[in-house]
């Protein structure tokens, strides 16, 4: 989260919660302020919404602010995921929601435009405008090689860029296309062998992102017309739902798949004991939600692969098991792996470098602060584009800036 101020209002972009319970917690004075006039949102992900309950606890009493789509997934979530009267105290106060591309002012003299970014459903560039100063803010940045939203092909210029760097030590992410078909192929050597595969998933998103796949799969005969494809995930199924609703937002591709295969996002929660693809729901460590069960109920099972295409942290449980370790202990019980482990690459929802680079290159900043991101990305990225751009910064946790005297600075 990033604050803004100017002499009369306070804007705050996103309010997330730490997804890796051993981060460095945030200082309380960048996000328990009392005097922020508005949140900004970019993408409805835990760790860019996740403390709005805390955040309309402590004393906010201003106006959020997002695109549709990115409203109704917040509500998603915090309704899964806080007590009902923190989920409420958070939805009302919202602000009437805006398109795509449509100005509006979030608190006296501040305005932001959002701008499609790809990442998932509603995801948004934000642009914001003060007093002829001009800033955008990245949120997260989308996968241009993924199939589901169009990356944008133009950007506003802007004096300052926000720009996450999350995969910036990596020039270029695999091959979607190679990735997608290496996983149809383990998927068809599984169910030959009469096995089960269980996918652990993100529900916002790498759900969506996969069903698509699943089903286009079967249309196009690389997998089985039959195969049975199981969604084991509450939340997941909600957020389908709202995809399904905001068909706009979608690529060309996606919607024409509306068009040829009827619902492209197909499935049923309905687990008959036959082979099947199994999505099911995880934390981001693995150690939680209902893919947990299928651990203890398949991993001792040779016939079956558990497949991990979402990021975990390093040492965690699904790190573990995606690097291939001989045991777990679930529930007070020791699992011996024997299922096939299979780590997909190339699934990333994020930008790589290169695409990263692409976005300086349109936006031609005066100043870029590297955000989102491990210091060896960050360093990486910054190496890579500062012959570009004017100052390339990588700002600490809490660290504030006069941005008017570093633009005036770089002037002089």
């Known amino acids: 989260m990033h604050r803004l101020d100017n002499n009369k209002a306070s804007v705050l972009l996103d ?3 730490r997804l890796d319970k051993n981060q460095i917690p945030l200082p309380d004075r960048l996000k328990r302020n009392t ?3 508005a949140v900004v949102l970019s993408h409805p992900h835990t760790d860019h919404v996740g403390d709005l309950p805390n955040f309309v606890e402590q004393g906010f009493k201003g106006g959020i602010f997002s695109v549709h789509p990115t409203k109704d997934i917040t509500a998603a979530l915090l309704f899964q995921n806080e007590p009902r009267h923190r989920a409420e105290s958070v939805m009302e106060k919202y602000k009437p929601t805006v398109d795509h591309n449509q100005r509006v002012e979030v608190a006296e003299g501040i305005y932001v435009t959002f701008i499609p970014a790809a990442h998932i459903l509603g995801s948004s560039f934000t642009l914001i405008e003060n007093n002829g100063l001009r800033i ?3 949120g997260d940045v989308g996968n241009k090689n993924k199939k589901l939203f169009d990356f944008p092909e133009t950007l506003p210029e802007a004096d300052v860029l926000l720009l996450e760097s999350t995969y910036g030590a990596r020039e270029l992410h695999p091959d979607f296309n190679n990735s997608l078909n290496d996983m149809y192929h383990s998927i068809d050597r599984t169910i030959s ?4 595969f269980p996918i652990s998933v993100f529900s916002i998103q790498r759900t969506q992102e996969l069903l698509y796949h699943l089903n286009k799969g ?3 005969g690389q997998l089985p017309d039959d195969l049975r494809i199981v969604l084991d995930a509450p ?3 909600v957020v389908t739902d709202i995809y399904l609703h905001y068909r706009e937002y979608f690529s060309d591709e ?3 798949a509306f068009n040829m295969m009827g619902n492209p996002f197909a499935y049923t929660t309905h687990y008959d004991g036959k082979p099947c693809v199994i999505l099911a729901s995880s934390s981001i460590s693995g150690s939680e939600g209902k893919i947990v069960q299928h651990y203890i109920n398949g991993l001792e099972n040779p016939n079956n692969t558990f497949a991990f295409p979402s990021y975990r942290p390093p040492g965690s449980l699904a790190d573990r098991l995606a690097r291939g370790c001989d045991t777990v202990h679930l529930r007070g019980k020791s699992l011996e ?3 096939e482990i299979y780590d997909p690459r190339g699934f990333s929802s994020h930008a790589d470098a290169t695409q990263l680079f692409e976005i300086v290159k349109m936006v031609k900043p005066k100043i870029v602060f590297l955000v989102h991101g491990e210091n060896i990305p960050r360093i990486a990225l910054k190496e890579k584009i500062r012959g570009s751009v004017g100052e390339v910064i990588l700002p600490g946790i809490a660290e504030e800036f006069d941005l008017e005297t570093v633009l005036s600075k770089r002037a002089a």
């Open 337 to 339: 792996v024997k299922a």
């Open 35 to 37: 005097n922020v006039n």
């Open 254 to 256: 996606i919607s024409s």
């Open 235 to 237: 939340l997941g199924e």
């Open 193 to 196: 062998r009469s096995g089960n």
């Open 15 to 17: 309010c997330g919660s």
């Open 218 to 220: 079967k249309y196009e």
């Open 136 to 138: 955008l803010f990245s």
